[in-house]
Each structure stands twice: as structure tokens, then as C-alpha cells.
């Protein structure tokens, strides 16, 4: 059998094949991984390309920021690397933030995979690597040279034999070798792995390539991507957005454009490139335009080198979102992670049963250095969400990373495998953005270090001064702070010590709200309140919601005073209107 002869039933087989097998080349990324980075927050990506660079597959696991941006590089390694150069054994890695991910501690391993000597795919992953060395992960950093060891495209591996200098070179410049050495073996053994599925899927169909399928896939890709333009009445559609960015807020601005089945997306206006690592590039502003493009008009559509095709994204260079070398990006996610959100805003007019109100928009990493009690350095990153914003027909997701997709990781975890403790974590009572469908509520936590030295705490937190607002007159979330326990507040992306026994406060934002709050089912209202999770006062004055308790000190609605309450609010209203 020949690929000429695939018809959609069989299509639907190899698709599904495809798909499971590189979600198994994720899966054993995160199982042989040395980091609770990838095993448990699952920051990765992994895909399939054909022997032409095009992506054809990505893993369900992973981060838009890691695919969308490595679906783009493999023509950077294509150039470096020619396919005709390459030999069975080779392993290709980079951490050139211009050309993947946007920064250097992403690691992109790239490995050919040969049938009978002939290159048949690619496989690739990226993943978070816990130390790249310079200052550490932060946003401090005034150039990138400050970020650490940068790696351009070379051989991790060649003819099956480790670059045993790269690895000499690595372990002298980072300050977790073991780990971040054992997460490079781990990336070339999860390509492996799906080189391997993917030889015995084309030995079993009997397959000679996936060129005919990639196009196939590929093609129809694209052709329901524009079918999904075209579903939006031609014209300009613009938003703009501010967040707190270093020491002075950034502005954010897009004007998307439709014409017909094309989409143009331009962020013309936005602020200029900053001095500090919030800085993105634009291959990562890439990343995240079409994946925000993506999950309001063809969320159902798989993400591929066709769904790419009929967007096109282009920014200023030397903005915020275009950066260029040597700019720092360390903290490129604080910037990168609002773009969905705005984007959303911007096609609102057009789409409005298809978008999210605003959400904490910003994963809030967090890296704390120092020293164990045996007098041994060590560094520890781990990462938070806030609240999601509300969908049009449900409540927003809660200590959710939205649209990062990444987890947050067991507080067991964290204090088994580094000197960090946490000694509280729990949902924010508040922090929502009140609507008929409330956003999603942010986080508390308590953290701190065992020992008797001081510790660094790196910060990469937002929406401190610009809470995440609502849509069709849902509310905003609540704003996020960082202070420690004492009562001083702390700078939101700074390296700042901390005092032995010390304590620091994490209120993450909430996500904000879609839709008059005074249309929540009251019932809903009840439910948030027996949780929790909003007060009785609040129920009342945003809700308009009368709530009693029970013997069982449940929430309970009481329906006439809250039929007068929104009445008496629907009176006032009126008035006002007819005043104007």
C-alpha cells in the first residue's frame, strides 16, 4: 500500500496514530526528566516534523510558547543543518532565543530519524532547563550576554556519541548540572522514543514516508483555518492593554486585520523595548498570536505548519514584542502571556460568544536560591497561576495558567526535593472577577526556606497594578501582590535577599468577569459562598445576592430579599438612563 491510496477513513487512523505517538514522546520526556519542571508542571513541548521542516504533530502535554515557536526553528536548523548532512545518531540542540522560545533556558533538541539510511522526520522537543547560569532566571538582566550560556545551533549528539566538550562546557555554567545535564539526555531519549513508534507505524501500513500524509494533514489544516477567517465580517479590529511591566507600565496595542481568508496581526504602537529581561521576541510573539487566533475562532482545528499559514504577524523591531539582540528576554513570558487576551479583546465586536474576558494572563515563576543546611548551593524554580478569565457560557478556570498551560506543582513535591516550603495554599476568597460568569480565583501562598541563611528570591509576577478586566460589563479580578509575611512588600521583578526564616506572600490574581454579576444565578452565588471562596458582604453589594446560612452553616439564597435587591438595583438604573 502507498500513501496515494489513504482514504479519510484510514486518514483518521493515521492521524490518531500520529497524535499518540508523539504524546508517548511526551510522555517519556516528563517520566525520564531530572526536574519537577517537566515531570510535574509539564513546561515542554514535543512534535513531529517531515523531512521537510514542515510540523505535523504536537503532543496534547506542552506549552503554546515551546510548539508554536519550535514549529518555526526546525527552518533555522534546516539552515544550519542541512537534512543531506545529517546522519543516523546525530542530535541537534539550541537555546537561541531569536530562533526557538524566546529564552535561554529552553533547550531545543532536534533528532533526524532515518528508515534504511534515508531521513524520513524529525522529532523534536523543548523543555525548561532549571539553570542556564548568568544572574539566574529573572527579569534583572540589562543584555542577554547577563542570562547565561548561550548555545547556537550545534550537536548534542553525533554518529550516536555525546559532545562530550558541549557537556564539559554546559556542567561548567550552570549551577544544577546534574539536572540540567540529565534533562538533555532525557530530551534526546524522548526523540528517540518517537523516532522508534513512528518506524513501526509505517512498517505497519505500510508506508514508505509521512510526505503524502503530512501534506494531507497539513492541507486540510490550513483549508478549515481559513474557513474560519473567512467566517469574520472583513475589517480592523483593534484592542490595546497595559500591564505593570519593570519599573514603568508597558502598552500593549494590535490591529487585527481580515480580509477574507487572510488575517493580519500588527502591534504597531506598542512600547518600545525595554532595559530589563521582559523583552519577547518575535518568534515567540508569533507563538502566541496564533495560538490566541486559534482558541477563538478554530479551537477544534489541529496545530500544525497549515493552521500557520493564513496569519500573519509582524511587529516593529525593537518593540516590546520584537526585541532585538542583544535585548535581555529572561522574563519574556510576562509580556508574551498577555497577547491572547488582547487579541481576544480585539476580535470581540466580531466574535463575541467565542472569547475569554481577561485573566491573570502571566505565570508567575518564582526562583529561590541559596543554600541547604549541609552548606550546599541550590536553586529552585517552580511556577504559578491565577485566575482564568470567564467564557461566555462558563465560569473561568481558578489557579489555572492560562494560556500557558502549565501545572502547578504539589507542595510535597516542591519541599522533597528542595529546602522550599510551603506553608499555605489555598484559593483567594475575592479575587474573582465578578460576572454571570465569574472569572476564576487566584491563589495564596505562604512560602519560605529551611536553614538559617538568607535566600534570593528572583520574582516574575504581573497584574499588580492592572487587574484583569471583564467583558460585557463583567468586573475586574482581584490585582496580585508579593510581600513578605512582616508586612514589606516586595518588588514584583527584582532579585531581592530574604532573611533567614522569612516569609513570602504570593496573592496571584484573579480572572475577570463576563457579563452583569447581577445576572449570576443566585444559586451559583451560594455555592462560591459555602466554599468560601466569596464573601456574604460580596454576594450582597456585587452579586445582589441576600445569602442565610443553615444549621449546617451552608449558604442559603434568600429568594425575596434578593428579588428586591436586584429589582431596586434595575429601578435605579433605569433612572439613571432616562437622566442622560
Known amino acids: 500500500m502507498t500513501q496515494k491510496q489513504l482514504d479519510p477513513i484510514l486518514l483518521e487512523v493515521l492521524w490518531n496514530r500520529l497524535v499518540s505517538v508523539v504524546e508517548e514522546q511526551a510522555r517519556a520526556l516528563m517520566r525520564t526528566s531530572f526536574t519537577s519542571v517537566v515531570r510535574e508542571a509539564g513546561d515542554l513541548s514535543a512534535g513531529l516534523f517531515d523531512r521537510r521542516g514542515r510540523m505535523v504533530a504536537q503532543a496534547v502535554t506542552g506549552t503554546p510558547g515551546h510548539i508554536n515557536a519550535m514549529a518555526t526553528s526546525m527552518y533555522h536548523f534546516l539552515r544550519e543543518a542541512p537534512a543531506d548532512t545529517l546522519q543516523p545518531g546525530d542530535v541537534l540542540l539550541t537555546n537561541h532565543p531569536w530562533q526557538t522560545s524566546g529564552h535561554l533556558n529552553d533547550f531545543t533538541v532536534i533528532t533526524p530519524i532515518f528508515r534504511d539510511g534515508e531521513l524520513i522526520a524529525f522529532f523534536g522537543n523543548c523543555c525548561h532547563a532549571l539553570d542556564i547560569g548568568g544572574r539566574g532566571l529573572g527579569a534583572d538582566a540589562r543584555q542577554v550576554y547577563e542570562e547565561g550560556l548561550f548555545v547556537p545551533i550545534t550537536h548534542l549528539f553525533r554518529h550516536g556519541e555525546p559532545n562530550e566538550e558541549l557537556f564539559r562546557l554546559i556542567r561548567a555554567n550552570v549551577r544544577a548540572p546534574f539536572e540540567v545535564v540529565g534533562d538533555l539526555y532525557a530530551q534526546a531519549g524522548s526523540n528517540d522514543v518517537g523516532g522508534a513508534r513512528l518506524l513501526e507505524m509505517l512498517q505497519e501500513f505500510e508506508l514508505e514516508d509521512i510526505e503524502s500524509l503530512s501534506d494531507e494533514v497539513c492541507s486540510r489544516s490550513e ?333 442559603v439564597v434568600d429568594e425575596e430579599e434578593t428579588a428586591s435587591l436586584r429589582a431596586a438595583r434595575a429601578d435605579g438604573q433605569a433612572s439613571l438612563e432616562e437622566q442622560e
Open 223 to 555: 483549508r478549515a483555518m481559513r474557513e474560519a477567517i473567512r467566517s469574520i465580517l472583513d475589517g480592523v479590529y483593534e484592542n490595546e492593554t497595559f500591564n505593570d511591566g519593570f519599573d514603568q507600565p508597558i502598552r500593549l496595542v494590535v490591529a487585527v486585520r481580515v480580509e477574507g481568508e487572510e488575517m493580519y496581526v500588527d502591534y504597531s504602537g506598542s512600547s518600545p523595548q525595554s532595559e530589563r529581561g521582559i523583552n519577547v521576541v518575535l518568534n515567540y510573539t508569533t507563538a502566541y498570536t496564533t495560538f490566541g487566533v486559534k482558541c477563538a475562532i478554530s479551537p477544534e482545528v489541529p496545530n500544525n505548519d497549515g493552521s500557520f499559514q493564513p496569519i500573519h504577524v509582524t511587529a516593529p523591531e525593537g518593540c516590546i514584542l520584537n526585541a532585538t539582540h542583544p535585548a535581555p528576554v529572561g522574563a519574556r513570558h510576562i509580556i508574551g502571556h498577555f497577547l491572547p487576551s488582547l487579541i481576544h479583546g480585539a476580535l470581540a465586536p466580531a466574535i463575541p460568544d467565542k472569547v475569554l474576558a481577561e485573566g491573570s494572563d502571566n505565570l508567575w515563576n518564582t526562583q529561590i536560591t541559596g543554600e541547604r543546611k549541609d552548606g550546599e548551593p541550590f536553586t529552585y524554580v517552580f511556577f504559578s497561576g491565577g485566575g482564568m478569565g470567564a467564557r461566555p457560557n462558563k465560569d473561568g478556570l481558578s489557579a489555572t495558567a492560562f494560556p500557558s498551560g502549565i501545572r502547578g506543582v504539589p507542595a510535597e513535591v516542591i519541599e522533597s526535593i528542595s529546602p522550599v516550603i510551603m506553608r499555605k495554599r489555598e484559593l483567594r476568597p475575592d479575587s474573582e472577577g465578578a460576572g454571570r460568569f465569574r472569572g476564576g480565583f487566584g491563589q495564596e501562598m505562604i512560602i519560605g526556606v529551611r536553614g538559617d541563611s538568607e535566600s534570593t528570591l528572583s520574582a516574575m509576577y504581573d497584574r499588580t497594578k492592572y487587574p484583569a478586566q471583564g467583558r460585557h460589563g463583567g468586573h475586574p479580578g482581584g490585582a496580585g501582590a508579593v510581600r513578605l509575611v512582616a508586612g514589606e512588600a516586595l518588588h514584583p521583578k527584582r532579585q531581592q535577599r530574604i532573611p533567614a526564616g522569612g516569609l513570602i506572600v504570593l496573592d496571584l490574581p484573579g480572572g475577570g468577569g463576563f457579563g452583569d454579576p447581577r445576572e449570576r444565578d443566585p444559586e451559583q452565588v451560594a455555592r462560591d459562598a459555602t466554599d468560601g471562596l466569596v464573601s456574604i458582604e460580596r454576594a450582597r453589594e456585587i452579586y445582589n445576592v441576600a445569602l442565610t446560612r443553615d444549621h449546617h452553616g451552608h449558604c
